[in-house]
């Protein structure tokens, strides 16, 4: 008990959240399995093979499960190995039943296949961390529980018949997942959207308010874009976005003159002063060097 006090105490400090899905603490005889060294498991390749990883293990052998549950559990069995002779028989029995009832085997397998990580679940949940798929995936695991108890309710080995008995189908905590969240919520709860529709009043109110002012922006463009060619802006004004405005004095001058030229506008004063100069053209001046090029070398001649 000081072993367990002081472990508790060591994850209270560490994680620095309450400890509210460790409800007991349950304390194992060692007489009930056998407790095997690391040492014997190493040289035996119980759990991981000579390479070091689970190929080439008994456990890499045996291991047929289709749920993480499932290969976690066979592990556990293989590193605690039963020792009393009754568990022993109930657990056989079970195993040759399932064994000659394929059918029923076969059906049992596809039923649980949709059954993700109920334990890591649970954890996150109690915890206060878990997100809408994780809840959704809870809901999903628990739906599976009457179809199982469909497939094995007519077995008749002791331990299943035992384990059906304790089994809960929790329609409560289904359905109560099932009327707040909607069947594909996103993976992080600040997303938003995951909640459905009239199961608060509050949310509803906001996420309508949402709604109409998307609503209203679409109505708004579609007006805009449905606009008769006389109410709508003409294609040079200043209200189109990212367009520079254009001043009224410069749509009130007088247009220009053809046959005076474009300097004709600014009256005669100003005809010289806006002229550009010319510029020599480069051709003249390599045509007047090649000139003078061939009169020199045509002279001594």
């Not at 028989?89 to 064994?99: F, G, H, N, T, W």
């Not at 059954?115 to 994780?134: I, Y």
């Not at 999903?140 to 809960?168: F, H, T």
């Not at 040079?236 to 009224?248: A, C, D, H, K």
Request: glycine share 8%; proline share 7%.
């Amino acid at each position: 008990m000081a072993a367990a006090g002081a472990l508790v105490h060591h994850l209270r400090t560490t994680q620095k959240v309450d400890l509210a899905h460790v409800r007991a603490i349950t304390y194992r005889p060692r007489a009930d399995a056998l407790l095997v060294d690391p040492t014997t498991l190493e040289h035996l390749e119980i759990i991981e093979g000579a390479d070091g990883d689970r190929h080439g293990s008994l456990l890499d052998e045996l291991d047929r499960t289709v749920t993480s549950i499932g290969s976690r559990l066979m592990r556990s069995w293989l590193l605690r190995p039963l020792v009393t002779l009754e568990p022993i028989r109930d657990r056989l029995d079970a195993v040759e039943e399932l064994a000659f009832l394929t059918t029923d085997r076969g059906k049992f397998r596809d039923a649980i296949k949709g059954v993700q990580d109920l334990e890591r679940l649970l954890a996150r949940a109690a915890l206060g961390t878990a997100g809408p798929r994780d809840l959704v995936g809870l809901k999903l695991s628990l739906g599976v529980i009457p179809r199982v108890r469909a497939v094995l309710n007519g077995l008749r080995a002791p331990l299943v018949c035992s384990l059906l008995a304790e089994l809960d189908d929790l329609s409560d905590v289904r359905d109560d997942i099932d009327r707040t969240l909607v069947d594909e919520p996103p993976a992080l709860a600040r997303e938003g959207g995951f909640t459905r529709d009239g199961r608060d009043g509050e949310i509803d109110d906001l996420r309508r308010i949402s709604r109409s002012g998307k609503l209203s922006r679409n109505r708004s463009s579609r007006i805009s874009g449905a606009c008769p060619d006389g109410l709508r802006p003409p294609p040079n004004s200043s209200e189109r976005r990212g367009s520079m405005p254009r001043f009224p004095f410069a749509n009130s001058m007088p247009p220009p003159d053809a046959s005076s030229g474009p300097s004709s506008r600014f009256g005669s004063s100003n005809r010289g002063r806006h002229r550009r100069p010319s510029k020599p053209s480069w051709r003249t001046g390599i045509g007047s060097n090649r000139t003078k090029c061939t009169r020199r070398t045509s002279s001594p001649t």
